[in-house]
């Protein structure tokens, strides 16, 4: 019982229905494992275990009485603070909002719940899911950043505090974290999940995703978030094809590869070297070299729209970096803004040929390993692109730098979530 927290959630799933463990009993090994490492990692910005107990007995009672109520039943999960919830503040990573305390929960947390998930509680995020850092350690070493904007939960994963947890990207902020603390993190196509009750910063972009330990555990976990009961619930393509066997991958050195370290880059051509059988290189087609400044259009547009009244009523509880870029997003015209929207379809298109031909692209999911001190987050130049592009993207543990852990990218097609992550198990079982 002392080592239940370090379970999969298919596991403790499993468990839990065949009675071979409690709810209460997972939920216990969970909040000792807080009380032992978050005074190193700080993922958790609120927690009460009262209430965490709550839920678990509750599950266990209505297991006994009734079976499941979803394929979650009893399984404890962490919630990114920028999502609603009506038992615990809600305080979307700044002091503005302290002490806020929504009327209901947001979709996707009824939809977790509905599935007889344990809310576990609140974990870190940065200042307004930006780039100004929160408490958050990496658990693989406390001098370095764990990544942002989903700090907390990527490092509640990966200590071990809880088998899954949330995250939200609008530019890198689910698959960096994922890379920097060594779990499987998951974007899936934008709208996939519900976004209502969580804090929007950019309509076209936001996109809820979240960690895990597998690549089957965040496959279910995303399912589960969208309102489904299993993975083959994802978008499929209208085919429904699966993966080739064997699978057929494309290496591609986007527009960022010049931004990598030395030692991701390397880390990254000797893992493609080594799956060689499965991966050719092959190159970004022309239409690629000139779109560094869509997204940042876009979100930083947005941003401004969302966040100026913050800066403008609350100027000094803003950090400098969010007001500089709200300065910049206020500069971007609206002709700017549809212009950045509307070479999406565009670009979709231009990547189709490599889907038809390869299952799956494969790019570092960021520049390095997490970068040194907590005043930085690192840089998402590789996960922008795809976030404004809507396609599902994951990142898999599978390289290491500098005795840390770096993430291997997936990235497919819009629509084509499921197959990505039929994809991602395969490779992560070809890895191991």
Not at 176 to 203: E, I, T, W
Not at 308 to 332: Q, T
Request: glycine share 10%; charged share 20%.
């Amino acid at each position: 019982m002392d080592e239940l927290h370090i379970l999969t959630a298919a596991e403790a799933a499993a468990r839990i229905r065949r009675l071979v463990i409690t709810s209460e009993e997972l939920v216990t090994a969970c909040l000792a494992r807080i009380a032992l490492r978050d005074p190193v990692v700080e993922a958790w910005v609120h927690l009460d275990p009262d209430y965490a107990l709550e839920q678990a007995r509750a599950a266990d009672q209505v297991l006994k009485a009734a079976g499941p109520r979803g394929p979650l039943h009893g399984v404890p999960v962490g919630i990114k603070d920028i999502v609603d919830t009506a038992r615990l503040p809600t305080e979307n990573g700044t002091v503005i909002m302290r002490g806020r305390r929504p009327a209901a929960d947001a979709q996707v947390v009824r939809n977790l719940t509905a599935a007889g998930a344990v809310i576990l509680g609140k974990t870190v995020t940065t200042e307004l899911a930006f780039f100004g850092p929160g408490k958050t350690r990496n658990p693989r070493n406390p001098e370095r950043t764990p990544g942002g904007s989903s700090s907390g939960s990527a490092a509640a994963v990966a200590d071990c505090h809880v088998p899954l947890a949330l995250g939200t990207q609008t530019a890198g902020s689910v698959i960096r974290p994922a890379s920097f603390c060594g779990v499987v993190g998951f974007k899936p196509s934008f709208g996939v999940v519900p976004r209502d009750g969580v804090l929007a910063q950019s309509a076209p972009l936001d996109t809820i995703g979240g960690y895990g330990r597998t690549v089957a555990d965040v496959a279910l976990f995303v399912s589960v978030m969208a309102g489904g009961a299993s993975p083959l619930t994802l978008p499929l393509s209208p085919s429904g094809a699966r993966p080739r066997h064997p699978l057929k991958l494309a290496f591609v050195r986007t527009p960022a590869w010049g931004q990598g370290e030395a030692s991701m880059q390397e880390a990254m051509l000797l893992f493609v070297k080594n799956h060689a059988s499965v991966i050719e290189e092959v190159a970004m087609p022309a239409d690629f070299d000139d779109t560094g400044g869509l997204q940042r259009a876009v979100q930083f547009r947005d941003i401004a729209r969302a966040y100026g009244p913050y800066l403008d009523h609350y100027p000094h509880e803003i950090s400098a970096k969010l007001a500089e870029v709200i300065g910049i997003g206020r500069g971007v015209t609206d002709d700017e803004y549809r212009s950045a929207l509307a070479r999406r379809d565009g670009l979709n298109a231009a990547l189709a040929p490599l889907f038809e031909r390869y299952d799956a692209l494969v790019t570092p999911a960021a520049c390095g390993p997490a970068p040194k001190g907590l005043g930085s987050t690192g840089s998402p130049a590789f996960n922008f692109l795809w976030t404004y592009l809507g396609v599902p993207a994951v990142s898999l543990p599978l390289m290491e730098a500098e005795g840390m852990p770096l993430g291997v990218q997936l990235v497919g097609a819009v629509g084509r979530d499921a197959e990505l992550l039929e994809v991602a198990g395969a490779v992560m079982a070809s890895s191991q």
